[in-house]
C-alpha cells in the first residue's frame, strides 16, 4: 500500500463559494424576512360545522350500504346448493315442513306421451345419466 500524505498532495479547489460580505449581510437579510408575518387563513365556525356535517353524511351512507348488503335475501341457488351440501336434512323432513299449498305449487303438471319420452332417450346416447338421475 502507498503512504498518502495530505500536506505533500496537490490540493484541488472546491467548487462552493459565498459571495462578499455575505455574512456581513445575513444577519439582517434574516430579520427583515421574520419581520414580514405570515398571512394566516382562518375558519369560519360556519365551515367547520359544514365540514363535519358532509363528514358524517358521507359516512353514514357507506355504514347504512355495508349493513343493508349483509342483510340482503338469500337467493335460491344458494339455499339449493346449502341443502343438498348437508346431508343431515332428510327429504322426509323438507316434506314435512312443506304446507299443503307449497306442495300443490310444486306439482309439475307433465303431459309428456309415452312416444316423446321414447324418442328423447334414443336420440340421446347417454342413457346413463337419466338412469342414475
Not at 455575505?22 to 360556519?46: A, C, G
Not at 357507506?62 to 348488503?69: A, F, H, M, Y
Not at 312443506?98 to 321414447?118: F, G, P, R, V, Y
Request: charged share 20%.
Amino acid at each position: 500500500m502507498n503512504n498518502f500524505k495530505l500536506d505533500k498532495e496537490i490540493k484541488i479547489a472546491p467548487g462552493f463559494t459565498t459571495p462578499e460580505n455575505y455574512f456581513d449581510d445575513f444577519q439582517y437579510k434574516v430579520t427583515s424576512k421574520l419581520n414580514n408575518k405570515p398571512k394566516v387563513f382562518s375558519l369560519n365556525r360556519s365551515w367547520i360545522i359544514a365540514a363535519a356535517a358532509i363528514l358524517l353524511v358521507t359516512l353514514s351512507i357507506t355504514l347504512i350500504n355495508k349493513i343493508s348488503v349483509t342483510k340482503s335475501t338469500i337467493d335460491s341457488v344458494s339455499l339449493e346448493n346449502y341443502i343438498a351440501t348437508h346431508t343431515t336434512i332428510s327429504e322426509d323432513d323438507l316434506v314435512n315442513l312443506l304446507d299443503e299449498q307449497d306442495i300443490e305449487t310444486l306439482s309439475i303438471n307433465s303431459n309428456l306421451q309415452d312416444k316423446a319420452i321414447e324418442e328423447t332417450l334414443l336420440q340421446n346416447t347417454n342413457l346413463e345419466q337419466y338412469i342414475i338421475n
